[in-house]
C-alpha cells in the first residue's frame, strides 16, 4: 500500500542509502542497470516532472548537485555518468514518485533503449 518510495524515504521499507539530507534520500537501485546505479529521491512525494511547481526549482537544482557528488563520491565524474529521469509510461517510469537515475561504471550507449 502507499507509494514505495515514500515508504522508504520514511524507513519503512529498507534500501541501502548513500546518501541523506532534509530534502533527499539517495539510494542503491534494486536492479542495477551499470556497475553504479543510484537513485535519488526528494523526501517530498512528486508523481512526474511535470508535476513539478516553480517552488520546486531549488529541490531539482538540489537534485543535480547530489547526483555530481554522488558521481564524483563514486570515481565516475571524470569517465562519465548520466542522470536520467523517466516520465510517463512511454519512457518506460514505473515508480510515480520522481526518481533521478545516476548511473555509470561503464560505457553509455546512445540512443539509449
Ligand atoms: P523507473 O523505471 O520508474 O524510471 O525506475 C524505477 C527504478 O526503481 C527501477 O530502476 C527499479 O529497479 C527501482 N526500484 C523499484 N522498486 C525498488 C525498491 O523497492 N527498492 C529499490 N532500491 N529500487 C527499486
Ligand atoms: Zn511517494
Sequence with gaps: MGCI???IAEKKLPAKIIFEDEHVVAF????PQAPVH???I???HISTILDLKEE???LVAHIVKIANKIANDKG?????FRVVTNCNPESGQSVYHIH????GGRHMHWPPG
Excluded at 542503491?28 to 536492479?31: A, G, L
Excluded at 533521478?100 to 548511473?103: E, K, M, N
Design 100 to 103: 533521478f537515475h545516476v548511473l
Design 76 to 80: 565516475i565524474a571524470q569517465r562519465g
Design 38 to 40: 543510484i537513485l535519488i
Design 28 to 31: 542503491e537501485d534494486i536492479n
Design 42 to 44: 526528494p523526501k517530498k
Design 56 to 58: 520546486d526549482n531549488n
Design 5 to 7: 518510495f515514500c515508504n
